[in-house]
């Protein structure tokens, strides 16, 4: 067996094609279109270029056959926040040969370490975490929604045995929009008439001043998670580039007090419902054909019975206006107009268990727990692990 580092076209286009035949049996995989991935690993496209790195791989066999795949990459103010610097990898498929897993994890491993990492985190992307983030360990009975990884049950298996271990696990819900509790219901529409509560929808045509409100949501409230890092100005704007052409303004809120960003509400169509027969590869004229029937947001597609779900990717609310009622607003709220819209589903994706107020909310929402996602984490000594604990000794022993 050859591990290969990916330099030539005909190399990426055998990481590309090669889930398309490890899943060709799977009715349940839906791939990732092969330009985003490109994109990825495109230093013009992906702003994690500019303060870090990747690599990518793929395994061939003795008859010059694909096995395998793997990347690795470091985002070095992520990887520096760490007390064990950190990097990640992802993308990674197997046949179910534990070798092939062994002698792919190991190449990466070597690659981080040579970068001055101690640790990695797997399976994970190299970007946000809003999408190909986490190994799927339950919840392999139905296709994932929009950006969610969906890997072979013996993922996990593979990665244990190598060393990874859980490090937190990330759980998703399925909610029926038409059956809400009433008691959400109840609280968000007192909250809604709180003098100094407003909420907004952006108009996607002014997207920047809501872009920035979004940032200082974003870094007030996971500010005190581990693996935080600040959203700055150029990486928001980025974001928003990436995702305007499939926003649909009914599926965002924001939540204001006094004038003020207090809490927002992000999601997506589940875009993955009309994707699913492209197998990540659509054609030029399925391209042509979606970019025209997309238009007044996804009709054709809504009509059709096609695209009834949406992913919420993000819910977050500021500190200092915890415990006013937003949560229930922005949970409750964008509900009436996506049922307008024919979108009668939502998946509630991911939240961590690091976060359980978020956690007690997918709870008050009686969603049904569908997937869990989990990331692993390795440390490539036992003196990195020591460390590594030791500051989480002194973090929980700190006074508050």
């Not at 230093?43 to 793997?70: C, L």
């Not at 993955?272 to 007044?296: A, T």
């Not at 007690?360 to 020591?386: D, G, N, P």
Request: hydrophobic share 40%.
């Amino acid at each position: 067996m050859k591990i290969l580092s990916v330099q030539t076209q005909s190399q990426k286009r055998a990481f590309l094609d090669f889930p398309r035949q490890l899943y060709a049996d799977d009715p349940n995989w839906v791939g990732p279109l092969d330009i985003e991935l490109l994109n990825l690993f495109n230093p013009r496209k992906n702003p994690h270029f500019a303060e870090g790195e990747a690599q990518w791989w793929i395994a061939q066999d003795a008859q010059g056959r694909v096995v395998g795949r793997i990347a690795a990459f470091i985002y070095y103010p992520k990887a520096r926040r760490y007390v064990v610097p950190t990097g990640g990898i992802g993308f990674f498929e197997s046949i179910e040969d534990y070798t092939v897993a062994e002698s792919l994890f190991w190449t990466a491993q070597e690659w981080l370490a040579a970068r001055g990492m101690q640790a990695c985190d797997a399976l994970i992307n190299f970007g946000e975490n809003d999408r190909f983030w986490g190994v799927l360990i339950e919840g392999f009975n139905s296709s994932p929604s929009y950006g969610m990884p969906y890997n072979k049950p013996y993922y996990a298996e593979f990665l244990t045995r190598y060393g990874f271990e859980i490090y937190f696990r990330q759980e998703s819900r399925e909610l029926d929009l038409r059956q809400l509790p009433e008691r959400i219901i109840r609280i968000a529409q007192r909250t809604a008439q709180r003098e100094g509560i407003t909420f907004a929808s952006p108009n996607l045509r002014h997207l920047r001043q809501y872009a920035l409100d979004f940032m200082r949501i974003y870094n007030d409230a996971w500010q005190y998670h581990e693996h935080f890092v600040p959203l700055t100005e150029e990486r928001v704007m980025r974001m928003v580039d990436n995702l305007k052409s499939v926003l649909v303004e009914e599926m965002i809120l924001f939540a204001y007090v006094d004038n003020e960003p207090a809490g927002v509400l992000l999601a997506l169509p589940d875009l993955y419902q009309i994707f699913r027969p492209w197998r990540g590869r659509p054609s030029w004229w399925q391209l042509i054909q979606f970019l025209w029937r997309k238009r007044n947001k996804y009709e054709w597609y809504r009509r059709r019975g096609i695209l009834t779900r949406a992913r919420v990717m993000l819910m977050g609310v500021r500190p200092k206006y915890q415990r006013r009622g937003l949560e229930s607003a922005l949970a409750y709220l964008p509900i009436p107009p996506a049922l307008r819209l024919g979108i009668t589903h939502a998946e509630l994706s991911w939240v961590g268990d690091f976060n359980p107020a978020m956690l007690a909310i997918l709870e008050a929402t009686q969603a049904q727990r569908t997937r869990v996602h989990a990331t692993f984490r390795l440390y490539f000594s036992e003196e990195a692990r020591q460390q590594a604990q030791l500051n989480q000794n002194q973090i929980i022993l700190r006074p508050s």
